[in-house]
């Protein structure tokens, strides 16, 4: 891992914000871009965010660390402001939707894809460069719940009682990061009450192929007194093909993902945080590009190191 810190830099353009007007929506989508300076036929990466106690982590300003790594390494990282963020509290606070906006944080996954053009033109020096048929998604904590049901996974609309498909064809694979798990009575800590919504994911459906992220200490007892497995959920709950990353000692932040030496980060860890980036970058690319076999030689690695930071499985 010391090879990849004294890697020669790669330089990232970032530009925010593309501003995409969206009718019904109460503000308009805001959006940051991060891709490297050079480079053709890139893919794309949909990063939703997380909820948290930080105003900006929350937003398009947070997971810098990520969207650096990714784009870095060769991807375009698409990161909107869902309606959820602190940041637009004040403005939406009384909006149908609210507080968990479910339906609106994946609608903007799908409303950034309809408009990649748009973005392209946009953003300088990135005109053309897109591969808009390799498209993919990461979300962190509630990001993942977002990216579970644009992945296939049905929701219990609390609203109607009907099950909802929020499925995004245009996505070929996802990552999950620290995502929630399962409902029924193991949601039984005290956040529970207020975001019910997140129990009532099913992932029996989650078709599409995915990378699961999991802290081995991630034990989120405000939502359930499962401990970490919890988080591995959407892998043991979901048909294949999906992966299991399990990272040693890992909490919630998985070393600090979502900003870089934020306050909120229980387990800060730099190496922590480009793994992360490093074997989630290798997934991405072996789906979107069939034959490629950076997952598999990364995982090999894993399996040979004398110190690994975590495990994986599949099925």
Not at 50 to 65: D, I, Q, T, V, W
Not at 126 to 155: E, N, P
Not at 191 to 212: C, H, R, Y
Request: aromatic share 6%.
């Amino acid at each position: 891992m010391s090879t990849s810190a004294l890697a020669t830099p790669v330089p990232v353009l970032s530009y925010s914000p593309v501003v995409l007007p969206v009718p019904g929506r109460p503000v308009d989508l805001q959006v940051r871009v991060s891709a490297p300076a050079s480079g053709t036929g890139l893919p794309v990466i949909l990063l939703s965010h997380g909820h948290g106690p930080s105003n900006n982590l929350s937003s398009l300003n947070g997971y810098a660390p990520l969207a650096n790594s990714w784009a870095a390494q060769g991807f375009v990282v698409l990161q909107p402001t869902h309606l959820t963020s602190r940041t637009l509290s004040r403005l939406v606070a009384d909006t149908p939707g609210a507080p968990d906006f479910w339906r609106s944080r994946a609608e903007d996954m799908s409303h950034i894809l309809d408009r990649l053009d748009v973005i392209e033109r946009t953003v300088p020096q990135l005109a053309g460069r897109i591969d808009h048929t390799k498209v993919a998604l990461a979300g962190h904590s509630l990001g993942g719940f977002t990216a579970a049901l644009l992945l296939g996974a049905g929701l219990d609309d609390p609203d109607t009682g009907n099950v909802v498909h929020l499925v995004e064809p245009r996505i070929k694979a996802g990552v999950l990061l620290a995502a929630p798990g399962r409902g029924g009575d193991v949601l039984n800590g005290p956040m529970a009450e207020q975001w019910p919504i997140i129990g009532a994911v099913d992932f029996s459906t989650m078709t599409a192929p995915a990378l699961v992220v999991a802290g081995g200490k991630d034990d989120s007892r405000h939502f359930t007194d499962m401990g970490p497995d919890w988080h591995a959920d959407p892998y043991a709950l979901a048909p294949g093909p999906k992966s299991l990353l399990t990272l040693f000692e890992a909490e919630h932040g998985l070393g600090g993902i979502a900003g870089y030496d934020a306050a909120e980060t229980t387990d800060e860890n730099p190496e922590r945080v480009a793994a992360v980036g490093r074997l989630t970058a290798a997934y991405l690319r072996s789906r979107l590009h069939p034959g490629d076999t950076a997952w598999q030689t990364a995982c090999e690695a894993l399996q040979t190191d004398p110190a690994p930071i975590g495990r994986v499985e599949a099925k």
